[in-house]
């Protein structure tokens, strides 16, 4: 088959996804998934559902159509198989939460060249009042986005004799959930915040963890997590901080290890160059249109951490889509 000039052309396969990503992300934020569970609906019971325009959920939902999550017969519209499993709040593999995430996401990318410009973040008042972030929301992305890669962290981690863990950072203990279960004889503390920990204790419950998965409301900034852990986890967090708030973030959590205890980061790691993997390189513009002064890092960078610490690098292994576990002993 002949391919036209267009499909051949790699600066559109660059710059069309913004379409079809915007086209999902409106139809999670609008509900037109979740008012389809219910069965197939006219564009019309779909606009007086969703108190949309007529014109505009029509050619939405055509569109969904083209994209294969909703099917069409005659005129009335349903979710698609790949809508049921992945766009439900209520599914398995739901990524609803994850998508509204990406919105807030999408608004902030909308500001790249400001932000490349100032070096910072716009102020939250210049982007959509309806994508402002809060705690509890992010944490339930969190749960979507890390769904399997906790589950891929969990096996390649080797925690025999570990009795007590610290998640720090744990978010919605998405990743506590998955390497108790994997180690029945392990207790684990997850440090967050107030809100953050709040969606931590359902999904802690729900997994009928809460006997061995406890929970420390707090900043390892500024609080003291306590000491004698047997192993520290940072999951996807030294990429929201400058290198130098690693370097002391390390340090403070190094204050909570016995010794002989070990560290992990679990996160994103550059080359040398900075300029692959593409995930890792991409996630760092990410960092800057969310953060003051994050990035993702390179493994050397990441060892200079752990020598200011006083722990010994062990070793890194890739886990998960562009990421790496970086091991390393007190």
């Not at 998508?99 to 910072?120: C, F, I, P």
């Not at 709040?198 to 929970?215: C, M, P």
């Not at 999951?235 to 070990?262: K, M």
């Amino acid at each position: 088959m002949n391919q036209t000039k267009e499909q051949l052309d790699p600066i559109d396969r660059l710059v069309d996804g913004f379409r079809t990503a915007q086209i999902v992300m409106t139809a999670n934020r609008l509900g037109v998934f979740a008012l389809l569970d219910r069965g197939s609906l006219k564009a019309s019971e779909i606009s007086d559902g969703l108190q949309v325009s007529m014109r505009g959920i029509t050619i939405l939902c055509d569109a969904l159509v083209s994209l294969e999550l909703l099917g069409k017969e005659g005129d009335r519209y349903r979710n698609s198989q790949i809508a049921l499993e992945y766009l439900l709040p209520s599914s398995p593999l739901g990524k609803s939460a994850l998508l509204l995430h990406s919105a807030r996401l999408y608004n902030r990318w909308g500001k790249l060249y400001e932000t490349v410009k100032q070096g910072k973040p716009l102020e939250e008042e210049t982007g959509d009042p309806g994508l402002s972030r809060n705690d509890a929301d992010f944490a339930r992305a969190m749960a979507d986005s890390a769904r399997i890669p906790a589950r891929e962290t969990a096996s390649e981690l080797d925690l025999k004799g570990v009795r007590r863990l610290l998640d720090v950072g744990g978010g919605p203990g998405t990743f506590a959930i998955e390497i108790a279960k994997a180690n029945p004889d392990l207790s684990v503390i997850v440090m967050d915040s107030e809100k953050t920990l709040q969606v931590a204790a359902g999904n802690v419950k729900a997994a009928g963890l809460s006997n061995r998965i406890t929970f420390k409301i707090g900043d390892a900034f500024q609080d003291d997590p306590g000491r004698d852990f047997d192993f520290v986890l940072l999951s996807n967090v030294v990429h929201s901080y400058s290198a130098e708030e690693n370097r002391e973030l390390i340090g403070r959590c190094a204050l909570a290890l016995r010794p002989g205890g070990q560290i992990c980061l679990k996160d994103f790691v550059l080359n040398s160059d900075r300029t692959s993997p593409v995930g890792a390189a991409l996630f760092a513009v990410n960092m800057l249109v969310n953060t003051e002064g994050g990035n993702c890092y390179t493994l050397e960078e990441m060892r200079s951490w752990f020598e200011a610490a006083g722990i010994e690098y062990e070793e890194a292994r890739p886990v998960s889509r562009y990421s790496m576990l970086v091991l390393g002993r007190k």
